[in-house]
């Protein structure tokens, strides 16, 4: 692979107040004190500044993600402790300040382009368009997190020139968010197929892009494929399904305007270059050498759950070997954290090496495992969903099965090998996924499989459509230890909000429950 080399200026700025008034002024610098920025640089420094909630580091898995969306997606087995439905502080602290740090530098991206002269804006607003959809990207975790976040308002510090007062960020409505980023993202779609760079910008932004390293082509996949994926997690809000049977045909209809991603060859993804660049997933030292090595491992976060493991299986799914692997005293036999079994019960399963752990070579202590944003095989089961709630069972079916092959293939990819088109034809014909039965079955293969390809590269998305969807169908032992007594339907904001942003703050407080649904959780 190419090694790509680049240059980042971060402008130290906040997103929201998370702190004091007088820490939040103490956070600004005045752009006369710090060294030039320019388009490029910020670029580059925008797009680092959520890399460790991108790539698989030791801090976003075994403090965030184990802890709160891996289980209650069952991509891991749910350990029955006290007050396990509850996300932690730490976590949801620690995600917020990142994102709302990487918008920061977004808005001060805006804020350099704005300065800029008339000629160089016309230049460089590539960079701003690139910059927006990998920004919206991000900004819909969050909102599937939250619900209502400070989004329009939010990042401005920098932009008002230190002015505290005016920085303090309303909440944006959550629909309002996706209606804007749809928006947005359609005309970008239209932007694309008409850029024209010169050679100059061009090469610079093969080396400043370390997602799609300037391939335009790639960009309006990554553009158009992260379009249908919001237009069908919004699918079942009646304000949205116009647009979404309007704009999704446009784009399957006309595919050399609006490409998807489509093959494992352009997977958008953010790859390891080198361990010791700047782009990776731990850098050999200290907690995250000891995540990857095993010496600190994921503990029970790599533990699938039993219906998980079942499932696959049943079915012989080629994805089992190079997913899992079976526990040192198992015999070779594979099995799941049953989430039915007493705490103390799972506990002495897990420490006697019966169950299976994640392929430590695949994916738990692969180092080199790229930053997943948007693969192909997704975007065929948002696709097949598509055409299946359309009644077009062909094209629903011809797109299932193609995310399913492509599922394969990509973790295939991981081991360095590949699955023969008969075994995956096999699979396909298996009494547990072959594609028969009435809408609602089908709709459960398609969730059922996208469920097993989210898996823990992608728990965020995981754990999102199985909220939309409420497939797979997944059972839960209640915590009677807790008022909440099952998975929530949301992360609550951070308690520094309700502090230093009270005012703003005030407007949502009354939905600040984590029962409080999503607005696309409408079933």
């Known amino acids: 692979m190419k090694k790509i080399i680049f240059t980042t ?130 900004s819909q975790k969050v909102v599937d997190l939250h619900g209502d976040i400070p989004w329009s308002a939010a990042g401005l510090l920098s932009t008002n020139k230190g002015d505290v007062n005016a920085s303090y960020a309303k909440y944006d409505k959550a629909s309002d968010i996706y209606t804007k980023m749809l928006d947005d993202l359609k005309g970008f779609a239209e932007e694309l197929n008409t850029v024209a760079l010169s050679a100059p910008v061009a090469a610079t932004l093969k080396s400043q892009d370390f997602i799609n390293q300037g391939d335009i082509t790639l960009w309006k996949k990554y553009c158009n494929s992260l379009r249908i994926k919001l237009l069908m997690r919004a699918s079942g809000v009646a304000a949205f399904q116009s647009r979404v049977n309007t704009e999704i045909a446009s784009i399957l209809n006309n595919p050399t305007s609006y490409p998807v991603v489509t093959s494992n060859d352009d997977k958008v993804a953010i790859e390891v270059y080198s361990v010791s660049s700047g782009i990776n997933n731990g850098t050999g030292t200290g907690l995250n050498a000891d995540f990857y090595k095993g010496l600190i491992g994921w503990g029970g976060g790599d533990i699938p759950s039993k219906q998980l493991i079942d499932y696959m299986k049943a079915n012989t799914d080629p994805r089992l070997s190079l997913m899992f692997q079976p526990g040192a005293n198992a015999g070779g036999n594979y099995a799941g954290l049953d989430p039915s079994l007493p705490s103390n019960t799972q506990s002495d399963l897990a420490n006697g090496g019966t169950l299976s752990r994640y392929n430590f070579a695949n994916i738990s202590q692969n180092i080199n495992i790229p930053g997943m944003l948007i ?64 809408s609602a079955a089908k709709l459960n293969l398609i969730a059922t499989q996208k469920w097993i390809n989210y898996s823990v590269l992608q728990p965020l998305e995981n754990w999102a459509e199985v909220r939309r969807l409420k497939l797979p169908v997944l059972t839960f032992t209640a915590d009677n230890t807790n008022a909440q007594k099952m998975p929530p339907n949301r992360w609550q904001y951070p308690t520094n909000e309700q502090t230093y942003n009270a005012e703003n703050y005030a407007a949502v407080k009354d939905n600040d429950k984590i029962t409080t649904k999503i607005f696309w959780d409408v079933k």
């Open 9 to 138: 200026v971060v402008i130290a700025v906040t997103g929201i107040v998370s702190c004091t008034k007088q820490q939040f002024a103490d956070h600004y610098i005045n752009p006369k004190t710090v060294g030039t920025t320019t388009i490029e640089k910020q670029f580059s420094g925008f797009m680092a500044a959520d890399l460790d909630y991108v790539m698989y580091k030791y801090w976003n898995y075994f403090v965030v993600l184990q802890n709160t969306a891996l289980p209650w997606s069952q991509a891991v087995g749910v350990n029955n402790i006290p007050a396990r439905f509850v996300p932690g502080a730490a976590a949801v602290s620690d995600r917020w300040s990142n994102f709302y740090n990487f918008l920061a530098q977004y808005k001060e991206l805006l804020n350099v382009y704005n300065k800029s002269t008339d000629e160089e804006k016309a230049a460089k607003k590539i960079y701003i368009t690139l910059a927006t959809i990998h920004f919206y990207d991000q």
């Open 375 to 438: 693969n192909a095989a997704e975007t065929y089961f948002y696709i097949s969903e598509y055409y299946l709630n359309g009644g077009n069972d062909a094209a629903a079916k011809t797109a299932y099965e193609n995310g399913v092959k492509i599922s394969i293939d990509y973790y295939a990819f991981l081991s360095g090998g590949t699955v023969s088109n008969v075994l995956k034809t096999a699979y396909l014909a298996s009494p547990g996924v072959i594609w028969l039965g009435t």
